[in-house]
Nanobody, 123 residues
Framework: QVQLVESGGGLVQAGGSLRLSCAAS????????VGWFRQAPGKEREFVAG????????SYADSGKGRFTISRDNAQNTFYLQMNNLKPEDTAVYYC????????????????WGQGTQVTVSS
C-alpha cells in the first residue's frame, strides 16, 4: 500500500508560482510512474503532468506546457510539480497519483491517490 500526501498549495496572484510536493510512504515510488491531476468545481478531473519511473519520460497537458515542470526524487520518495506563470484558470484541487504500470494520462490507470491540495489563482 502507498500513501501519498500533497503539500504546497495555496493562494497566489496571476503570474505567480507554486511548487507542489507529493511525499509517499509505505512503499518506494521508484517502480511507479507518477503524475498530477486537477479538478476544478463543476469539472471533471483532468491530467496535468506525468513522469516515468526513472524520470526519463515526461508528459504534459497542453494547458501546462511551458509553464509546469514535473520532477521526482526517488531517494526522497517524493515528486514535484513546479507551476510558473499561473493563471486564474489553473485554480483547482490538485491531486498526485502513482501508477504501477507505464506512464499514462488516464486517471483510471493510477493505483494510488493523494487527498488533494487547493490551488487558487487570483486575477
Amino acid at each position: 500500500q502507498v500513501q501519498l500526501v500533497e503539500s504546497g498549495g495555496g493562494l497566489v496572484q496571476a503570474g505567480g508560482s507554486l511548487r507542489l510536493s507529493c511525499a509517499a510512504s509505505g512503499r518506494t515510488l521508484s517502480s511507479f510512474a507518477v503524475g498530477w491531476f486537477r479538478q476544478a468545481p463543476g469539472k471533471e478531473r483532468e491530467f496535468v503532468a506525468g513522469i516515468s519511473w526513472n524520470g526519463g519520460k515526461t508528459s504534459y497537458a497542453d494547458s501546462g506546457k511551458g509553464r509546469f515542470t514535473i520532477s521526482r526524487d526517488n531517494a526522497q520518495n517524493t515528486f514535484y510539480l513546479q507551476m510558473n506563470n499561473l493563471k486564474p484558470e489553473d485554480t483547482a484541487v490538485y491531486y498526485c497519483a502513482a501508477d504501477l504500470s507505464r506512464l499514462s494520462r488516464s486517471a483510471e490507470h493510477f493505483d494510488y491517490w493523494g487527498q488533494g491540495t487547493q490551488v487558487t489563482v487570483s486575477s
